[in-house]
């Protein structure tokens, strides 16, 4: 990047690889588009504001070709980092997979917020959420019930109909000659009201009390109860606020340092998640996204929903360049900073609506002639010619991909590479499933399953005899082109390809054996996180590009690649280890010693310390809400919050070989040595299903991409594929708490 470029920034102090930004977006600042937003690997970010949009635009040419990055099905060019708001919401397929539910309700809101130009890196730009519940105050709600929710089609304003008509009037009968008539004075998001939600965080705490003369406000004005600031927003003519994605996800905000907690932090933040995606919301979350986003935003729509703001809200309305006067320029900005910032319009015309849960849920029946329950639950059984135990299943089944798949692994390290077929109708719905020549719902075709003379795929590399061979010692990239294995007694793992079988790269680190790998959720371009661990209890973090290699911070010799970061602590064999790129944590247990929990630069945040009985970790399993399941030795489980709080505990009655969360982090799916398989609520182990047990353990599991087909590997070599129903475990466990 030239020097003239970034003449402007001496003093800033910061340095970011190229090589680690995923995404760039173009915001605004103070309501001018001067601003731009950089992504990294790690999910952190940094924004810049520039002196003019020129600058903006030579700087976008200068960073790499990257787009907005990969996760919303646009492509990555410069282009689309310069292209408006408008554009990028027309151009992603992200409207269409939240119809779909391929994508949940909060997914798709951090969609349009960041799209919209909404930032952690600015308060006056906060991310914004609805309140989407009424009902504070009952010890008992139920969530059948439509009166617990707010109707999202009117703007908070409006929801109480005394002060609607205040509002009314006060656009009709609006006496300043200098200021359009507006219906309300402040926004509904704005840093002094972000900072009154965070207060309990730092640093917003800190950034609250720069704000407030050092001070804190008096106990009624802060945030303290959220039954009587939902009050607040119905009755106070000045208080129109909507809420932030903490409410969703972080019940730390609720929890004063003193240690007094203010109800049960973990259960109110649940139970508003689960409103969140609940069937009411969703039939009308359009609605809401109309008024925040859309078309009746501004003009005349938003003057017939009650909803238009100070005109200094909104973008467009003042081009600070032409004022030229500073001091005037500064009272300008400090205005625009107090009432904060209507996001960028997305759509002109209504927000189309969520497609129906119950058409999307509906399975038919499989003709297989098994008791009633095996009929709805089983799908297909597949067996191999081999009889080695399936310790591996890699469900890779998205549409996009050139060989969707579901990729198995034996205790012999013999693989093979299984066609998820594309079939429309049989599930109520266009999708992927494994189709079955014979006319069943589903079924997997083995590509190469056989194994039999020239189509054999074994990995015959000698392996340390002292290794047991486990699910963790396999990753499978998310394209299904190469599997890594680890276990080798020269301290490498290495990395071969699926369809040739053939050994592609040997990567050397550790001091010892290598004795355990995980991989992060992959981006769609392929990049994600790999960690291994090791006998010489370290873990090292590397990251393997979408151009099929591992690379480090020498990618000019990707044969012999450094890792990202080593990650130190325990003082064993690291036997189990998890990673998840979204919160940007590395989750580790070894044979002795409690978890730890690390960020993927290598830093050690805590320890996960779990009852006196629960020694020994082996199965991790992280939610990207922030939750992990930790399996112990004799079937004993922990969930813990990422900041070290034990939330639930059970013991079970198998030896368990095989856990995983649904995508949403509700549910819990155990298997083990008994042969049956089990689905949990995670929050607190409620038992919410049991299949029919099998004929033989369990020794793998993985999901489709469309959470409604569990695969698992059994101990006798053959895979066995369950219908599972999530949505329906909801609508008749979860509705009342």
């Known amino acids: 990047m030239g020097a003239g470029v970034l003449a402007y920034s001496e003093g800033l102090h910061g ?116 309140w989407v519940l009424t009902n504070y105050e009952s010890e008992e709600l139920d969530l059948t019930l439509p009166g617990n929710f707010r109707d999202l089609s009117k703007p908070i304003g409006a929801l109480n109909p005394k002060r609607a008509v205040f509002y009314a009037e006060r656009y009709e009968t609006w006496e300043e000659d200098q200021t359009p008539p507006c219906h309300y004075s402040n926004l509904y998001s704005s840093a002094a009201a972000t900072l009154l939600w965070l207060v309990r965080i730092e640093p917003f705490t800190t950034f609250f009390l720069n704000a407030n003369d050092n001070k804190f406000d008096h106990p009624d004005r802060t945030f303290s109860a959220i039954a009587r600031s939902w009050r607040n927003c119905q009755r ?106 209507v996001p960028s319009q ?95 719902p589903i079924e997997m075709d083995p590509l190469i399953a056989n194994n039999s003379g020239m189509t054999k795929r074994q990995i015959t590399d000698l392996v340390d005899q002292s290794i047991q061979i486990n699910t963790h010692c396999f990753v499978v990239t998310a394209d299904n082109r190469y599997i890594l294995v680890c276990g080798f007694w020269d301290k490498s793992f290495r990395v071969y390809s699926t369809e040739t079988g053939k050994l592609t790269q040997i990567v050397f680190g550790h001091w010892d054996v290598v004795t355990c790998l995980a991989r992060s959720e992959s981006y769609i371009g392929g990049d994600c996180y790999i960690v291994s661990g090791s006998r010489d209890a370290t873990l090292l973090l590397w990251y393997w590009s979408g151009r099929h290699h591992i690379i480090g911070d020498n990618p000019n010799n990707s044969d012999y690649p450094a890792p990202r970061a080593v990650l130190t602590g325990h003082d064993h064999e690291v036997v189990c280890v998890s990673v998840c790129a979204e919160l940007g944590l590395v989750i580790s247990g070894a044979k002795e010693g409690p978890c730890l929990v690390h960020t993927i630069t290598g830093d050690l945040l805590r320890a996960l310390e779990g009852p006196e009985h629960c020694l020994r970790p082996q199965l991790i399993s992280v939610s990207s809400e922030g939750h992990c399941i930790i399996c112990y030795a004799r079937g004993r489980f922990c969930n813990f919050s990422i900041n070290g709080k034990l939330l639930a505990q059970m013991e079970v009655n198998d030896s368990t070989r095989a856990i995983l969360l649904s995508s949403d982090g509700q549910n819990l799916v155990t298997g083990g040595d008994n042969g049956v398989v089990e689905v949990w609520q995670a929050c607190d182990f409620k038992q919410l299903y049991i299949y029919p047990g099998c004929d033989a353990g369990i020794r793998a599991m993985d999901l489709s991409h469309d959470q409604r087909t569990l695969i698992t590997g059994m101990a006798s070599g053959s895979i066995v594929a369950f219908n599972i129903d999530f949505n329906r475990w909801h609508y008749e466990h979860q509705n009342r708490y």
């Not at 972080?250 to 003193?258: I, W």
């Open 346 to 440: 997305l759509l002109i015309e209504p927000h189309p609506p969520r497609s129906s849960a119950m058409h999307l849920c509906f399975l038919p029946q499989s003709p297989l002639m098994f008791k009633d329950q095996m009929q709805q639950d089983v799908i297909m059984v597949l067996k191999f010619p081999s009889n080695s135990p399936v310790t591996h299943v890699a469900a890779n089944t998205l549409p996009h991909l050139s060989i969707p798949a579901a990729v198995t692994v034996t205790c012999s390290r013999l693989f093979a590479v299984n066609r998820w077929h594309n079939t429309v109708g049989l599930r109520g719905a266009p999708g992927y499933s494994l189709e079955q020549a014979h006319h069943l």
């Open 15 to 130: 340095k970011w690889m190229f090589s680690e930004i995923r995404a760039v977006f173009s915001r605004r600042y103070l309501l001018q588009n001067t601003g731009l937003e950089v992504f990294m690997a790690n999910r952190t970010s940094v924004m810049f504001n520039f002196p003019d949009q020129a600058t903006v635009k030579k700087v976008v040419y200068s960073l790499p070709r990257v787009g907005v990055g990969t996760s919303y099905g646009l492509p990555q060019a410069r282009r689309i980092s310069l292209a408006t708001p408008r554009q990028l919401f027309k151009s992603s397929n992200m409207t269409q997979r939240w119809q779909r539910r391929e994508i949940s309700n909060f997914e798709y809101l951090m969609f349009l917020n960041t799209i919209a130009g909404r930032t952690y890196n600015d308060l006056n730009q906060y991310p914004i959420f609805p």
């Open 236 to 341: 106070n003519t000045s208080d129109v606020k909507e809420l932030i994605p903490e409410f969703y996800y972080l019940p730390e905000m609720f929890v004063n340092s003193n240690g007094y907690e203010l109800g049960k932090p973990e259960d109110f933040v649940r139970i508003n998640r689960m409103a969140l995606e609940s069937e009411f919301v969703s039939c009308q979350l359009h609605q809401w996204i109309d008024l925040i986003f859309g078309y009746k935003q501004r003009g005349p729509e938003a003057v017939r929903a009650l909803n238009l703001f100070h005109f200094l809200s909104y973008e467009g309305s003042v081009a600070l360049e032409t004022i030229t006067d500073p001091l005037q320029r500064e009272v300008m900005e400090v205005q625009i900073q107090c009432l904060g910032q």
